[in-house]
């Protein structure tokens, strides 16, 4: 009975993919078959695990769960590149899980139900906990979702989801309930090089990988925030430079990447600055209200093989240094834009923000706040000593009411126009400073209009302030 027991054992435990240690491993101890490059450098642990420390860093709460082999259920919402795969096998490893993979591109109803039935048997025969990671699970329809709601219920499987697009308006309410979610963020220029770094260490033990300081640079500014893009790059910058020759030297310059990214590297080679001209270039001609020209800028960035997001980016800045209060729709103009291209793609997209581009080229320019701004900064950094005076800190409680404060405070909405005319909100020491100068264009019009009607209301509260004090003396 034991022995058959044991066979019926391994034959089950073949039908799964066991969530092996997963290591740094070396591409020569993969010659049987091909793996891509950021596969094969997968990290086992979350110390190894680049990235994403607003979650997984040391006294998060999901590295907490993770660490005890607590998880639960859980959606992974982020760009590609940014670790969503790779965190749900360390997931599985950590937490000791068995682990099976599907991908919404590909599966349909009747995948879901084998690899339910896979992890059933697994639960009933070994006791085991199933983790199912679905790739791209947005793809999913609803009666495909919803197929998933009672073995989350009762415990057959963990389910982790990968997606790029907003679970919120892409999943079941009934499967976002028993869910968790968590946003991952494209990788940072620094993590972006750590992670380089650690691929040059490990990839080809034998071979020494030199790459120049700008060619570096280049392939972080290339891989925009996406790991598997910057391994897959530098995993053919390898093969382009291979020589017949065993364990020779690679040398990975800019002349290399100009061969393999002809297009991008006309716009990420640093030491010519190109990129950054005809960023440059883009945003002094919105800035100079010619729609034309910037929507020219802009197609040479996409000629380039620019990323439209970059642009989408530099317009939202444009919205709020040089057009500001003039009109304040161009902020979010610029930021539908960036949110369609996320939602329909490069297609529709690019022609979203090039939308935006003519609009914000055309709306009137104001640099006002962008002035103001810098002016109470500077000033407040000159100030910030100078303590709140007693009537505009909160009385939280009856020793801070008897110290005075909010004593005196006049509420705004009890006065006529909803204005405190006379009323003071620097510090004691300070004099009332003006930052803000609105222009005489667009909607800052309106508002230096009403800041000249302000200014009137709080001369004639002075005027009659010093009358009262001159007659009570």
Same mark, same amino acid.
């Given at each position: 009975?034991?022995?058959?027991?044991?066979?019926?054992?391994?034959?089950?435990?073949?039908?799964?993919?066991?969530?092996?240690?997963?290591?740094?491993?070396?591409?020569?101890?993969?010659?049987?078959?091909?793996?891509?490059?950021?596969?094969?450098?997968?990290?086992?642990?979350?110390?190894?695990?680049?990235?994403?420390?607003?979650?997984?860093?040391?006294?998060?709460?999901?590295?907490?769960?993770?660490?005890?082999?607590?998880?639960?259920?859980?959606?992974?919402?982020?760009?590609?590149?940014?670790?969503?795969?790779?965190?749900?096998?360390?997931?599985?490893?950590?937490?000791?899980?068995?682990?099976?993979?599907?991908?919404?591109?590909?599966?349909?109803?009747?995948?879901?139900?084998?690899? #339910?039935?896979? &992890?059933? *048997?697994? @639960?009933?025969?070994?006791?085991?906990?199933? !983790? +199912?990671?679905?790739? /791209?699970? $947005?793809?999913?329809?609803?009666?495909?979702?919803?197929?998933?709601?009672?073995?989350?219920?009762?415990?057959?499987?963990?389910?982790?989801?990968?997606?790029?697009?907003?679970?919120?308006?892409? #999943?079941?309410? &009934?499967? *976002?309930? @028993?869910?968790?979610?968590?946003?991952?963020? !494209? +990788?940072?220029?620094? /993590?972006? $090089?750590?992670?380089?770094?650690?691929?040059?260490?490990?990839?080809?033990?034998?071979?020494?990988?030199?790459?120049?300081?700008?060619?570096?640079?280049?392939?972080?500014?290339?891989?925009?925030?996406?790991?598997?893009?910057? *391994?897959?790059?530098?995993?053919?910058?390898?093969?382009?430079?291979?020589?017949?020759?065993?364990?020779?030297?690679?040398?990975?310059?800019?002349?290399?990447?100009?061969?393999?990214?002809?297009?991008?590297?006309?716009?990420?080679?640093?030491?010519?600055?190109?990129?950054?001209?005809?960023?440059?270039?883009?945003?002094?001609?919105?800035?100079?209200?010619?729609?034309?020209?910037?929507?020219?800028?802009?197609?040479?960035?996409?000629?380039?093989?620019?990323?439209?997001?970059?642009?989408?980016?530099?317009?939202?800045?444009?919205?709020?240094?040089?057009?500001?209060?003039?009109?304040?729709?161009?902020?979010?103009?610029?930021?539908?834009?960036?949110?369609?291209?996320?939602?329909?793609?490069?297609?529709?997209?690019?022609?979203?923000?090039?939308?935006?581009?003519?609009?914000?080229?055309?709306?009137?320019?104001?640099?006002?706040?962008?002035?103001?701004?810098?002016?109470?900064?500077?000033?407040?950094?000159?100030?910030?000593?100078?303590?709140?005076?007693?009537?505009?800190?909160?009385?939280?409680?009856?020793?801070?009411?008897?110290?005075?404060?909010?004593?005196?405070?006049?509420?705004?909405?009890?006065?006529?126009?909803?204005?405190?005319?006379?009323?003071?909100?620097?510090?004691?020491?300070?004099?009332?400073?003006?930052?803000?100068?609105?222009?005489?264009?667009?909607?800052?019009?309106?508002?230096?209009?009403?800041?000249?009607?302000?200014?009137?209301?709080?001369?004639?509260?002075?005027?009659?302030?010093?009358?009262?004090?001159?007659?009570?003396?």
């Amino acid at each position: 009975m034991g022995k058959h027991t044991s066979k019926e054992h391994n034959s089950t435990t073949d039908l799964f993919t066991r969530a092996e240690p997963l290591q740094e491993t070396r591409a020569s101890d993969h010659t049987s078959h091909y793996q891509p490059l950021a596969a094969l450098l997968r990290p086992k642990t979350l110390n190894d695990f680049v990235g994403q420390k607003h979650l997984v860093s040391e006294g998060r709460p999901l590295y907490k769960l993770i660490s005890n082999g607590q998880i639960h259920s859980l959606f992974l919402w982020g760009p590609p590149g940014t670790g969503k795969t790779t965190l749900a096998h360390i997931i599985a490893n950590e937490c000791d899980c068995y682990f099976l993979e599907i991908s919404a591109v590909t599966s349909g109803v009747k995948d879901i139900r084998e690899v #339910i039935e896979k &992890a059933r *048997l697994m @639960r009933q025969k070994c006791n085991q906990k199933t !983790l +199912l990671f679905v790739d /791209e699970v $947005h793809r999913f329809n609803k009666s495909q979702q919803d197929a998933f709601l009672p073995v989350i219920e009762d415990g057959t499987i963990i389910l982790i989801g990968a997606t790029t697009e907003n679970p919120a308006f892409e #999943i079941n309410n &009934a499967l *976002l309930s @028993r869910a968790r979610t968590y946003v991952l963020k !494209l +990788l940072s220029e620094e /993590e972006l $090089h750590q992670l380089l770094k650690r691929a040059i260490q490990n990839y080809l033990p034998d071979t020494k990988i030199n790459i120049d300081a700008r060619a570096q640079s280049a392939l972080v500014a290339n891989a925009n925030g996406d790991a598997r893009q910057l *391994l897959n790059v530098l995993e053919i910058c390898v093969d382009y430079c291979t020589s017949s020759e065993l364990n020779a030297d690679i040398h990975i310059t800019t002349e290399v990447l100009q061969n393999i990214l002809p297009n991008s590297m006309a716009l990420y080679d640093k030491s010519g600055d190109a990129f950054y001209d005809l960023i440059s270039a883009f945003h002094k001609t919105v800035r100079g209200s010619d729609p034309d020209a910037a929507l020219y800028w802009f197609c040479r960035i996409l000629e380039g093989g620019g990323d439209p997001l970059y642009v989408a980016r530099r317009l939202l800045a444009i919205a709020s240094e040089d057009i500001g209060n003039a009109d304040p729709r161009a902020l979010q103009i610029a930021l539908n834009a960036w949110d369609t291209f996320h939602r329909v793609g490069p297609a529709e997209g690019e022609r979203a923000i090039a939308q935006a581009t003519v609009y914000l080229a055309l709306a009137p320019k104001s640099n006002a706040v962008y002035t103001a701004f810098k002016r109470a900064r500077h000033f407040a950094k000159h100030t910030s000593k100078e303590p709140v005076p007693f009537h505009l800190r909160n009385a939280t409680s009856e020793i801070t009411k008897s110290l005075g404060h909010g004593r005196e405070y006049r509420y705004a909405h009890d006065e006529s126009h909803a204005f405190a005319a006379g009323e003071d909100y620097f510090p004691e020491n300070i004099s009332a400073q003006r930052f803000y100068y609105p222009s005489d264009r667009g909607l800052e019009k309106k508002l230096s209009e009403k800041r000249s009607f302000l200014d009137k209301l709080n001369a004639e509260s002075d005027s009659k302030r010093r009358s009262d004090a001159k007659d009570g003396e």
